[in-house]
């Protein structure tokens, strides 16, 4: 086999393709580039008005995702109605349900300064008129006139007492009656001497009177009621002179506003029926008042407008991001002041949450930070689901506190609700919440790569170029945008792709943006790029310096050089946050007389993955069906990753297990000079795997050090042949032909490199050529499959009597 060129071991984007000197004469790009789906999905979403039509962006993050969200989002709200403000006011009938009102926008403001203007001019007018003369006066004829009722009614009884000779005294306990004689009150010893007949009488006449005395002393009561009533009713007429003319010029500024006339209404009621807080002064009002800790008056506060949401300033219709989804800064919240050992709240106390000031509008939040956060998503789903927001205590819904709260009016909600999250989030909730699919009926898929072409490289240029203006950067000249691409291109692990993960790429133009002011050049190079994506690899290389240094010393034991039975160098992919690496990894195998079992000894540990598993049981189905079709596979095998102590997954090291399988099969030896990876199925074609880059460089980075010798190389599935992008050293020594990367489609052009021994095909008549590997397996298949065989009839002859045979074990290779 032909080891790949230069040319197939990176695709280069040229410099010279370009047509500008640096990104300063490009324009700004305003699309999205390489997010077609998902921008043709949130386009739908955000225009389609039905119930459940809400968005999920799913991705990866750093894929632009809120970005995008928010430039569409923005110029679709730009277009739309300014929504009304919202308030709640007090339920002078029910104080714990506040009413809610809607108002066009900036009226909300505007009635809350309204009403405060109006207490204001009440606390001023209505004292001025109660200390007026004229009502002095009513008030004074008011209460002469039930005080001369009274007196009215005494007096009366008192004259017709006397008429008959009896006195009506007051005494400090009450009224009492005296009998007289010549207008004096009879002494009780001159009284004892009068006739039995006079005392009759005087005890008869008493009695009498004593009922009509109780009557008018009756009557005190209703008097003094009627006189109250009558006090009410001048308050009423008085205070009407001043609140009627005051709430009408209000009535008339919200003319239109159907909710507005009808609260008036309610608040002018209330102003008469509590007019004395108007008279009170302000002294008389702040002592003893619990409130006054609230607010200057309770007056004050009870006529106040709990401007809820107030658009006054907002242009088109609203779009907010909420970083802190938790259930109050969702939904709003009552809160609560103590005072004097108590928590005491009102509707002034009611707090908007983001569902609020987004109604009418966008909503955008984390689907992360929405799920952690408690009770967070199921208040989202219960709010889209009823079209209302209702603020609730939470404290009450759990049954912490018993304290007093408050049942405000729900307000009616109309909003599109974006939630950003990764793919993992979006499928889980598919499966395992039945209601997600029916409030979030669409999905933006952000995608993470692009096509690459000459169309795609001037399309990222102008990204390039869009986002250092952005942020402020150095100019990029035609090399640096190239390297930037090519890099791109690398972190898809696709030479056809590029890479739309901005983040990525935005931190890259950053770090190379300050090395070219460490140059004190005035516009980003290639060698800038170079030299920020060495400072990445240097910065979370501490891991992978740390493995190479071991098999230098050889304390992982890793050869690069002669052969060995049976055993096989595979490469792995390490990710360790943002780091990633290839490492090689010593893989041996050992057969022997069995039952056709492979183990893979890393699954009997519990260290192997069941992908990993997987991929071993596959090598058991190759085996059976390439060489023990027509006789038992009497094999007993085992696999293990050497020095390996951790997990391990994945199959892309099931191909270098068969080779090594093969190898101990076939008694042949496998040069140490070649990794190798790449899965393999049961018919032994090579499949792609992926960090093929980082495998060959991490191979590459041990033969380097302890010398190139012109034999090493690495053995990759042909799959991956378009996914390389390898460094520019790894490039260098396959030019100079002391490194070799070959791309390999099958099982048996795989062990031919590895052995130097032909696998060999097998012929019409089911046999392969002599000395070649599969022969040889053949051969060794069929030794275990007679041994086997001999070993079976002997037991059976001992179990029947007959002399035992002696087993004589065979080759195991």
């Not at 403000?85 to 505007?110: A, S």
């Not at 992978?544 to 992919?573: H, P, W, Y």
Request: charged share 25%; with cysteine; net charge negative.
């Amino acid at each position: 086999m032909k080891a790949l060129t230069v040319p197939e071991l990176y695709r280069v984007c040229d410099p010279k393709q370009f047509d500008f000197s640096t990104t300063d004469e490009l324009d700004d790009l305003a699309e999205v580039i390489g997010q077609s789906r998902a921008l043709e999905a949130i386009q739908f979403g955000i225009g389609i008005r039905h119930h459940g039509y809400n968005i999920f962006a799913l991705g990866p993050a750093g894929t632009g995702k809120l970005a995008l969200v928010h430039q569409l989002l923005t110029e679709k709200a730009a277009r739309e109605p300014v929504p009304n403000d919202w308030c709640y006011v007090n339920n002078f009938e029910q104080t714990h349900k506040p009413i809610r009102l809607c108002l066009p926008k900036g009226m909300g403001v505007r009635l809350s300064q309204d009403m405060n203007r109006l207490v204001v001019e009440l606390r001023a007018a209505i004292p001025a008129l109660f200390e007026s003369e004229e009502y002095r006066a009513r008030a004074q004829e008011i209460e002469e006139t039930l005080k001369k009722k009274q007196e009215d009614g005494v007096e009366a009884v008192r004259e017709a007492a006397k008429k008959k000779d009896i006195a009506l005294i007051h005494t400090t306990s009450g009224f009492v009656f005296a009998p007289l004689h010549d207008g004096e009150v009879i002494k009780s010893d001159a009284f004892e001497k009068l006739s039995d007949a006079v005392k009759q009488r005087f005890s008869r006449d008493s009695e009498e009177f004593q009922t009509a005395l109780t009557h008018v002393l009756r009557q005190i009561p209703l008097w003094r009621r009627e006189a109250r009533e009558q006090v009410v009713q001048l308050n009423t007429e008085v205070a009407m002179t001043v609140v009627a003319h005051l709430v009408d010029e209000l009535r008339e500024r919200y003319q239109g506003m159907d909710a507005v006339p009808a609260y008036l209404d309610r608040v002018q009621n209330d102003i008469i029926a509590n007019v004395d807080d108007f008279r009170r002064t302000e002294d008389d009002a702040s002592s003893g008042e619990i409130y006054t800790a609230l607010s200057p008056s309770p007056a004050m506060r009870r006529y106040e407008v709990n401007v809820l949401v107030d658009h006054a300033e907002t242009q088109g219709a609203p779009v907010v991001f909420e970083d802190n989804p938790t259930y109050q800064n969702l939904v709003g919240r009552v809160e609560h002041m103590a005072l004097m050992g108590a928590l005491i709240t009102d509707f002034s106390l009611i707090k908007a949450g983001a569902l609020h000031r987004a109604n009418n509008g966008y909503l955008v939040v984390d689907a992360l930070q929405l799920l952690q956060t408690p009770f967070s998503w199921d208040a989202l789903k219960r709010v889209l689901r009823a079209a209302e927001i209702r603020i609730g205590s939470l404290e009450q819904m759990l049954s912490l506190v018993s304290t007093v709260t408050l049942d405000p009016e729900p307000i009616p909600l109309n909003i599109k609700v974006v939630v950003l999250g990764d793919r993992t989030l979006y499928y889980l909730l598919c499966q395992l919440d039945p209601e997600f699919p029916e409030l979030f009926k669409v999905a933006a898929d952000f995608d993470d790569r692009m096509d690459r072409g000459p169309e795609a490289h001037a399309l990222y240029a102008r990204l390039i170029a869009t986002q250092v203006r952005r942020a402020g950067l150095r100019a990029f000249d035609r090399e640096g945008v190239a390297r930037v691409i090519e890099h791109s291109a690398r972190l898809t692990e696709d030479a056809e792709k590029l890479s739309t993960h901005m983040r990525s790429i935005c931190d890259l133009l950053c770090e190379a943006d300050y090395l070219a002011q460490r140059q004190g050049r005035e516009v980003v190079t290639g060698a800038d790029v170079q030299g920020a994506i060495d400072a990445q690899i240097r910065r979370g290389g501490r891991m992978k310096e740390r493995l190479q240094e071991m098999i230098e010393r050889n304390i992982l034991l890793i050869d690069t050089a002669d052969s060995c039975i049976g055993q096989v160098n595979g490469l792995s992919a390490l990710d360790l946050g943002d780091a990633s690496f290839g490492i090689p990894v010593r893989i041996t195998a050992q057969v022997r007389l069995g039952e056709g079992e492979v183990m893979d000894i890393e699954r009997e540990v519990d260290l192997g993955g069941p992908i990993h598993s997987k991929g071993v049981l596959i090598l058991s189905g190759f085996l059976g069906a390439r060489y023990a079709m027509a006789r038992p596979l009497a094999l007993s095998a085992s696999l293990v990753f050497e020095q390996s102590y951790g997990e391990v997954e994945g199959d892309s090291a099931s191909s270098a297990e068969l080779y090594a399988l093969l190898s101990a099969l076939a008694g042949t030896p496998i040069k140490q000079s070649f990794a190798v990876t790449g899965s393999v199925n049961q018919h032994g074609r090579i499949q792609a795997v992926g960090a093929v880059n980082d495998k060959i460089e991490g191979f590459f980075d041990i033969c380097k050090t302890r010398g190139l010798a012109g034999d090493q190389g690495v053995l990759i599935p042909a799959a991956n042949a378009g996914d390389l992008m390898l460094r520019a050293d790894v490039r260098e020594a396959v030019a100079e032909g002391r490194f070799h990367v070959y791309a390999v489609d099958h099982i048996d052009e795989g062990i031919e490199l590895l052995t130097g021994v032909p696998a060999g095909e097998m012929d019409e008549e089911g046999e392969y050529p002599e000395e070649s590997i599969n022969f040889r397996v053949a051969q060794q298949l069929q030794n275990f499959a007679e041994i086997r065989h001999e070993f079976n009839e002997s037991r059976k002859d001992h179990a029947d009597g007959e002399p035992h045979m002696e087993l004589i074990e065979g080759p195991t290779g």
